[in-house]
Nanobody
Framework: QVQLVESGGGLVQAGGSLRLSCAAP????????LGWFRQAPGKEREFVAV????????YYLDSVKGRFTVSRDKAKNTVYLQMNDLKPEDTAVYYC?????????????????????WGQGTQVTVSS
């Protein structure tokens, strides 16, 4: 059963922008930590960004700092990933995930195995 639904992926030229959305129909994740991961062909799933249950704390992969922004709208039960200045190396399937344990530690948050619920992913392709 799909718990999270991503949207907003697509094809964009280098330097362009995309905004990914992740909704949770039928279930509230208002207090859950919500993260974004990505997986390129032949590579392991990689942490990208995360936002705390309160929305007060965020954490990013170093290579996306200053270019990507994670935010959440609790009223809409939705998390967003605004991606600016996209690069070809950002090409991947992007997944959102929810962690219900409330742990905030960088090693923990970077580990996809710690997350309880996942979306099906949305493709982002950046052309050079």
């Amino acid at each position: 059963q799909v718990q999270l639904v991503e949207s907003g992926g697509g094809l964009v030229q280098a330097g362009g922008s995309l905004r990914l959305s992740c909704a949770a129909p039928g279930r509230t994740f208002s207090t859950s930590t919500l993260g974004w991961f990505r997986q390129a062909p032949g590579k392991e799933r990689e942490f990208v960004a995360v936002i705390s249950g309160s929305g007060d704390s965020t954490y990013y992969l170093d290579s996306v700092k200053g270019r990507f922004t994670v935010s959440r709208d609790k009223a809409k039960n939705t998390v967003y990933l605004q991606m600016n200045d996209l690069k070809p190396e950002d090409t991947a399937v992007y997944y959102c995930a929810a962690d219900t344990h409330g742990i905030w530690g960088r090693t923990y948050l970077r580990n996809p195995r710690e997350y309880d619920y996942w979306g099906q992913g949305t493709q982002v392709t950046v052309s050079s």
